[in-house]
């Protein structure tokens, strides 16, 4: 295959024309958009008629006027269409990190109510880290343990009648793996415990069925594939089975059954909204909302099936591509390559003796225009945890002629040796 | 005195044009910015700066380029010459309620660990539900106990042997009474307690100095004297005495010593900023910065003494002139009319026969364009704690001409019974 070949798997793509909606720089293939999403254009005059309509005219008046008050849920209903939730059952709050906060100190209460004796909670070595902060301070106050599995695999055999909680990630963060939501939640329900999901890597980069996988908890950011901005608000999810019966310990007034009654006694919101804690910050929110509608513009073509089903294509051929045109070159494809196992990411990593070039390299693409980014591995241990490249690719805005198009750069970059300038060499601390 | 005489203030004012840096509608006294701050004019441009430039063009890159990663500390920093802290104390993140988390748990462990016996938090039944709310979760959950103290002048004699915090709201919400901070703290420090300033009502409004009152932890919010906007982000102040010794239980990603090393393991970073959390939202966050700016423009003026000042001169006259010009109407002041015990607010009353009249006469002013808002008050015992009419008096906006206008309004409002009409009844629940 050639370019031509990729253009024309553009020009047949039915979901290109949603690329429009975006802001992309000239001359730029991101392919960042699992760390940071693209901008919408419409989010430029939203936010500005939020600033200058709804806050310097509308005033305090626009809590209601405008519904500022309403935008957790407004926005969290939306969110849940991406991820098989049903109306009324997600809202958008605070951080993934609160957010996950909130859902285990309720797992873990509801599990102990029944079984004390349960006071594990089971994750992930490989994890994104602020999971696992948050994870350690809860196990910490609450009397539990983390436990923390090395490889995907032997998740199934970690759980067992002390573990309350299995907390993952659906999509690894660094290699792009995707965990069978379905099946590892069977194994917690079968073992006694409950399941947070952890959709950072996922909402609006795969199709996520959190009834069909009778999920127990989820949380999830705005930033990334939903497109929300730097920051953007994050949701929470919490199944209707387990959302009355436990309180979560962010009792911020906003949470509140009547939160302008001004009582001095908290009284729980009924259902997901006690998830909200304090006063949202709107501006971001009005942001995250244009970035949730690019995802649903998508719907009439097929949405998030279609959507998935092109991501997939993207990353197959970019992943087959970069072995075929780098792979004599030391380029070896990190995530892997069984569709049903893969997130909208691709991770290449670097043989020996290039194994420690993976930041120069990345940095190289970046001054070509091709935007992705560089994880380290463990120093000690490269082969087992090496220097990751990552590329994420978006359905909305990435197209074929991109993937070929970076492929290429890479190739040049690895085949002129141009990374090896100094200008390109790590400096400090990767940030 | 008349109307001329309060012009002729305005024209001897020296902070009177500082009001040229915001937006405010034309026909509009707004006297709610203890509520929502006023919208800033180059708010406009610097979110659209970030929306189009910094994120749009930028793309990730703007997490260092632009300085997106700095903002919770500069921001903080900012936020610290307004009240007292020195540069590197005070980070902004999350909202009012979470950091109320956050210092309270670190509080309470910190107490704790030299006096197990300690297990009492005061705070004022009065005090912001959220703050009362956030302590009895935190209370629940460490084996501790929320006491509530009904008047002010009881809050040293509730401190004890037992007691191991203190929370507070400096300025109260509903009343616009002021603590004295210095001799609360230094009552609180001789029973052996640490103590919480939540300063919302504060920062920007009164001349707050923590170093000076010897102050353990504070917390605010950014979008009220600030100016930051709806919902815009809070700091948290920790005194360098307490800051390295405990860590706060909300141990997101970004308050770890080295966040980019995305190590499993939780190592809190060095001072305040283990007090970030999770991923800030940009947007909002330059939002508030603009705001924090329109506070430290008043410094070649004097700033926050300048402004303390003039706040005095318009709430003393307001508050004068409600009771001269609509005393006879009914109007009571609730708010302390001695200067060192009262905010930025003045709350009117109004007596039998229209103690239930309250939420119709700020509506009547609403739609003259006096805004001000309601807060019910204990219908059980209107006497004792009876519907407040508030209004916010900003230093950096308001003047002397619309405190005459406003009283004129109310004068109006009840002279003409037109508070009557059917369309300012209260329908269903306040919001």
Redesign the interface.
Known sequence: MNRHDFEALDAHDPLRALKKQF?L?PG?I?L?GN??G??PFV??ER??A???D????G??????DAG??DLPHRIGDKIGRLIGARPGEVVVA?????NA?KVL?AALAEVRERDPARRVIVSE?S????D???A???AQ??GCELR?VDAPENIPAALDASTAVLMLTEVNY?TGALHDMRELTADAHAAGAVVIWDLCHSAGAVEVDLHGADADFAIG?G?KYLNG??????FVWVHPRHVERF?Q?????LG?D?????????RPAAGVARYV?????????A?LECGVDTLLSAEPFGGMKALRAKSLQLTERFAALAESRCGSLGVRVVSPREPSRRGSQVCLALDAPLQEAGYAVVQAL?ARGV?G?F??GDPGRLDAVPHILRFGFTPLYIGFSEVWDAVEQLHQVLSTEEWRAPRFALKG???
Chains 1, 2 share one sequence.
């Open positions: 802001v720089p730029i991101y960042d760390s940071l693209a901008q989010t430029a936010v500005r939020v600033v200058e709804e806050w310097g005219s005033l305090i008046k626009s809590w209601n500022w008050i605070d951080s993934t990190s609160l906060y100190v070595r994890n994104f880290p602020t696992l902060y948050i350690q301070s809860v106050q609450h923390l660094r950011c930033y901005g730097p920051g953007a608000p994050a309180e310990p962010l009792s911020g007034w509140h009547a939160p302008f009654e001004f009582t001095p006694d908290y804690c304090g006063t949202p910050a709107i501006i971001s929110m942001a970046i935007i980014d994880r380290a601390a990767v940030t």
